[in-house]
């Protein structure tokens, strides 16, 4: 399974930007998948998380009420909708997916795949 990243680019601040993470491959069930995002010199952390079937989510502080994560398990994807940019959201984004799993899950040793990573740029 490989995850594909795309939708980044340079944005001003109060803007919006889609980000969509594709899973190609086989699943046999739809995977827990997540967005981190690393900023230059900082820890990859969490933004968002959804469960397999999408009844769960979980958003990190700092994008609450800003960011909405989705899914379409008929195209095996992943959409991060972000509102309102502010400039310390710039960073490089990365879409992570369990293999397996019914919960949202934060940490990031708790995912096994990873994509390339999509540059989100904000300026303010």
């Known amino acids: 399974v490989q995850l594909v990243e795309s939708g980044g680019g340079l944005v001003q601040a109060g803007g919006s930007l889609r980000l969509s993470c594709e899973a190609s491959?086989?699943?046999?069930?739809?995977?827990?998948m997540g967005w981190f995002r690393q900023a230059p010199g900082k820890e990859r952390n969490i933004v968002v998380a959804?469960?397999?079937?999408?009844?769960?989510?979980y958003y990190a502080d700092s994008v609450k009420g800003r960011f909405t994560i989705s899914r379409d398990n008929t195209k095996n994807a992943v959409y991060l909708q972000m509102n309102s940019l502010k400039s310390e959201d710039t960073a490089v984004y990365y879409c992570?997916?369990?293999?397996?799993?019914?919960?949202?899950?934060?940490?990031?040793?708790?995912?096994?795949?990873w994509g390339l990573g999509t540059q989100v740029t904000v300026s303010s």
């Open positions: 992570a997916a369990r293999r397996s799993g019914r919960y949202v899950y934060t940490r990031f040793g708790e995912y096994d795949l």
């Open positions: 491959g086989r699943t046999f069930s739809p995977l827990p």
């Open positions: 959804i469960s397999g079937n999408g009844s769960t989510t």
